[in-house]
């Protein structure tokens, strides 16, 4: 249990509809990452967000979006979503900014299947 | 991760060597990572190297690094059934760990 949680776990919607995925960072870690997982696309960096400021951006699409909130929990918004939505998405958090000596931890994922 | 490249799949059988490969494309990186993700699982950092260093060694793991090639590669001595998974190597850019498409390891018996 890396002490990153993630829900929900499995999501399956409808084209053009939106979706919030949750994401509850290890104790103490001010940092969250949102990656999406995909077949075609592999493990692709999202987002990241430091104590409650966006830190850097990665591949996101305009239709989506995230926060961090006071209490360092984070969300992630998919709006308008499309078939290629279809993925993995994880969040992993760390104690500082940068993650220079590989210490993210991982949730498990929440997997969103778009129909 | 377009700056990372992996082979994709690799069988080994049980109780061989498993060599991964890697190359990566910022030579400014800090660390090199290696991470694991089992079936229904998040990633779990496996090792890391320092960009200095040319092998570390942890148990049944060695990564090498060639710097001047741009190369990572992580062996697993005595491979067992509990190593299939998915390994990713990674290094940091910027804010952030940029990801090969990971190489999905089959051990088998």
């Known amino acids: 249990d890396s002490g990153v949680t993630q829900t929900p776990k499995h999501l399956i919607t409808a084209t053009g509809q939106r979706v919030t995925l949750r994401c509850s960072p290890r104790s103490g870690d001010l940092s969250v990452y949102w990656y999406q997982q995909s077949l075609d696309q592999g493990l692709q960096f999202l987002i990241q967000?430091?104590?409650?400021?966006?830190?850097a951006k990665g591949n996101i699409l305009e239709r989506f979006s995230a926060q961090q909130f006071p209490d360092l929990h984070s969300e992630l918004n998919l709006s308008s979503l499309e078939l290629g939505d279809s993925a993995l998405y994880f969040c992993?958090?760390?104690?500082?900014?940068?993650?220079?000596?590989?210490?993210?931890?991982f949730g498990e994922g929440s997997r969103l299947t778009v129909l | 991760g377009e700056d990372v490249e992996q082979s994709l799949f690799l069988s080994v059988r049980e109780g061989d060597s498993s060599v991964i490969n890697c190359t990566y494309t910022?030579?400014?990186?800090?660390?090199l990572y290696w991470y694991k993700q089992e079936p229904g699982a998040g990633l779990q950092l496996l090792t890391y190297i320092f960009s200095n260093m040319d092998m570390k060694q942890d148990q049944r793991l060695t990564v090498l690094l060639n710097k001047k090639d741009k190369h990572l590669s992580l062996r697993i001595a005595d491979t067992q059934t509990g190593d299939s998974a998915i390994y990713f190597c990674?290094?940091?850019?910027?804010?952030?760990?940029?990801f090969g498409a990971g190489t999905t390891v089959t051990v088998r018996a």
């Open positions: 992993a958090s760390s104690v500082g900014t940068q993650p220079n000596t590989g210490e993210l931890f």
């Open positions: 910022d030579s400014s990186s800090t660390y």
């Open positions: 967000y430091y104590n409650g400021e966006e830190r």
């Open positions: 990674a290094e940091t850019n910027d804010y952030k760990l940029s």
